[in-house]
């Protein structure tokens, strides 16, 4: 009897360092860089609308209040139309009036990178989907608090999950 006890208590001390050393390898992970989508033009062409092959490979810009997410109030996460990472809480959009959604901050640092760029004569920040590279929008320095960001977005970039089907996906 005594000796099972001991046994038992090896076992789920043994089981506890397996599921410790599996919680610091996840850890590790979201720290570290996002594990990149990388596809050709052609295969991206297959994959997407043509206006979100414009907007998401080409850099381009839907027309202001042309999208179908500028006004959208759900509540949920906001993701990337051509590869599903999650990128924008509904909890941190607001209405910017420009015709675009905008958000004062990503869902995190990972998953929305940044560059620099000339198209219009000055730098602008332009933020894309840090997995598969789509152009997402720019931020700038005139937004709400608490950040003064505006990511300015164009909607064909995102797609809307239900808060409820979020927690089903987890
Ligand atoms: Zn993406």
């Known amino acids: 009897m ?11 001390l043994i089981s506890c360092q397996e599921n410790s050393s599996v919680l610091s390898a996840q850890s590790e992970k979201a720290g570290s860089a996002i594990d990149k989508i990388e596809k050709t033009d052609s295969e991206w062409k297959k994959h997407l609308t043509e206006i979100e092959y414009y907007v998401l490979r080409e850099e381009g810009t839907e027309r202001a209040f042309s999208g ?43 998953n929305v990178g940044e560059s620099t760029d ?27 608090k608490p950040t003064g960001l505006r990511y300015c977005i164009n909607s064909v970039s995102l797609d809307f999950v239900d808060r409820q089907d979020v927690a089903k996906d987890k």
Not at 2 to 12: G, L, M, Q, Y
Request: proline share 6%; glycine share 12%.
């Open 68 to 110: 179908d997410l500028w006004d959208h109030k759900g509540d949920g996460v906001y993701t990337c139309a051509a590869c599903a990472l999650p990128l924008f809480d509904s909890k941190t959009k607001y209405k910017s009036g420009t015709g675009w959604p905008s958000y004062y901050q990503p869902i995190n640092r990972t």
């Open 118 to 144: 000339y198209k219009i004569g000055y730098p602008r920040t332009e933020v894309h989907c840090a997995r598969c590279g789509g152009h997402l929008g720019h931020v700038f320095k005139d937004g709400p």
């Open 2 to 12: 005594r000796i099972s006890i001991f046994f038992t208590a090896f076992i789920i």
